[in-house]
């Protein structure tokens, strides 16, 4: 069993659509990240939350504590936005599988 | 601040042979973290640093990987007698707490290809 598990591992959208990436955990947390990965490796930190909900542009992260589980939305996606969103947790990080989007002009 | 770093960035070696990759991490920062990532994978745990202390290893990390950071500084990852399995992209992570949490800032990884 995965500590973390995200929906849906792929996801594929038309250009303008709203997206929303979930992530469901099982280990007690004091933070949860959003991540990107880009085709090529690099990773960057999108999100850090520990509760509530977070706004960065077009990017709006939210958490429930209680019921362990948060969300990535994407609204007026594009296709730069295409890349592989993972959910981590934990100090050391256990890491979601990822969900890989693509964003159909 | 120039960022995490990482070298080489790419490794091709043969079946048998010792690998060591290099992690700079942003200056400062008093974490320091190694995980592997295969193809189609999320990335994997694999050992943590705070200064010059080993914090936690995975079991993952078998007898053949061993990392080091002697001066609380860069760290490097050693893996003994590669095998074909080992090939990855190794990723190294820094990180310091704000506020009680830790963000942390990913470098570009070093792919292992063992043939």
């Known amino acids: 069993k995965n500590e973390v598990e995200q929906s849906p591992q792929n996801l594929t959208a038309q250009e303008g659509e709203f997206i929303t990436i979930n992530c469901s955990y099982s280990v007690g947390i004091s933070a949860l990240h959003w991540l990107q990965q880009h085709p090529g490796g690099g990773i960057v930190s999108l999100f850090m939350?520990?509760?509530g909900k977070k706004k960065h542009g077009r990017l709006i992260a939210t958490i429930n504590i209680q019921e362990k589980h948060s969300s990535l939305h994407i609204t007026a996606s594009h296709p730069r936005d295409s890349a592989v969103y993972i959910c981590a947790v934990g100090n050391q990080f256990y890491f979601g599988t990822g969900t890989s989007l693509t964003v159909i002009p | 601040d120039t960022g995490v770093s990482q070298n080489p960035r790419h490794k091709i070696t043969k079946r048998g042979q010792n690998v060591t990759f290099r992690c700079d991490p942003i200056?400062?920062?008093?974490?320091l973290y190694w995980y592997r990532q295969t193809l189609g994978q999320g990335p994997e745990f694999l050992t943590y640093f705070q200064n010059e202390a080993q914090l936690e290893k995975s079991r993952l990390l078998s007898d053949r990987f061993s990392a080091e950071r002697p001066k609380g500084s860069f760290s490097t990852l050693e893996i003994q007698r590669t095998e074909q399995g080992d090939s990855a992209m190794y990723l190294c992570?820094?990180?310091?707490?704000?506020?009680?949490?830790?963000?942390?800032?990913f470098g570009p990884g070093t792919r292992l290809t063992v043939t």
């Open positions: 992570a820094s990180s310091s707490p704000r506020r009680g949490l830790y963000e942390q800032y």
């Open positions: 200056s400062e920062h008093n974490r």
């Open positions: 939350l520990s509760s």
